[in-house]
C-alpha cells in the first residue's frame, strides 16, 4: 500500500517543500499492506494518550506517534487510511540547520513505521531496537542518495 501526506497549516517550509518528494523513497524501505496518513503538524511535539483496556494509561510527549486505528475525531486525516502517524514538523527551536530538522522527520517517520510492522507483524509494542533501526534506515537512504537531506526533487538526482 502507501503513506498518503497531509500537512496542516503553518508546517515549517523547509520541511513541508522537501517531504513529499521523499516520502515515496522511505515507503519504498517497508512492506507496507496498509493505506497510512502521515499528517505533518506545525508543533515542535506532538501528544498522544496511550489507551489500555478502555482506560487512559498515560500521556506521552515527542516527535511522532503512530496509531493503528485512527479517531474517528481526527477529522484533519485523509480518508481510507488503516493507520496515523503525526510528526511535530515545528522543529526550529531545536534543529536550526535545515538538514537536522528534515533528517529528525525522517527518522520520526521511520520510527513510527517500525511499530507499524510490529502492529502488522502481530508482535507486542515495544521501543527495543526501533530507534537503531529508524536510524539506520536513514543512514541508508543517505549512502543510497547523498542528496536524500537536501532540497532538490528526486527527478533531479536521478
Excluded at 523547509?14 to 521523499?22: E, G, I, N
Excluded at 523513497?25 to 505533518?40: G, P
Excluded at 489507551?51 to 480518508?79: C, K, L, M, T
Aim: net charge positive; aromatic share 6%; glycine share 2%.
Amino acid at each position: 500500500m502507501t503513506l498518503v501526506l497531509k500537512m496542516l497549516r503553518n508546517v515549517d517550509e523547509s520541511v513541508a517543500d522537501w517531504l513529499p518528494s521523499r516520502l515515496p523513497i522511505i515507503a519504498a524501505k517497508f512492506a507496507l499492506r496498509h493505506r497510512i496518513a502521515v499528517v505533518l503538524s506545525p508543533s515542535p511535539s506532538v501528544r498522544a494518550n496511550v489507551i489500555y483496556r478502555d482506560s487512559i494509561e498515560e500521556s506521552q510527549s515527542a516527535f511522532g506517534f503512530y496509531s493503528h486505528f485512527p479517531s474517528r475525531r481526527a477529522v484533519w486525516a485523509p480518508p481510507r487510511c488503516s493507520g496515523l502517524i503525526v510528526v511535530a514538523a515545528n522543529l526550529r527551536p531545536l534543529a536550526h540547520q535545515i538538514c537536522e530538522r528534515r533528517e529528525i522527520v525522517a527518522e520520526t517517520i521511520c520510527h513510527e513505521l517500525v511499530h507499524y510492522e510490529q502492529w502488522r507483524d502481530g508482535r507486542k509494542p515495544t521501543e527495543r531496537g526501533v530507534e537503531q533501526r529508524a536510524k539506520a534506515l536513514v543512514r541508508a537512504m543517505v549512502r543510497d542518495m547523498p542528496q536524500f537531506l537536501k532540497r532538490t526533487s528526486v527527478q533531479q538526482t536521478e
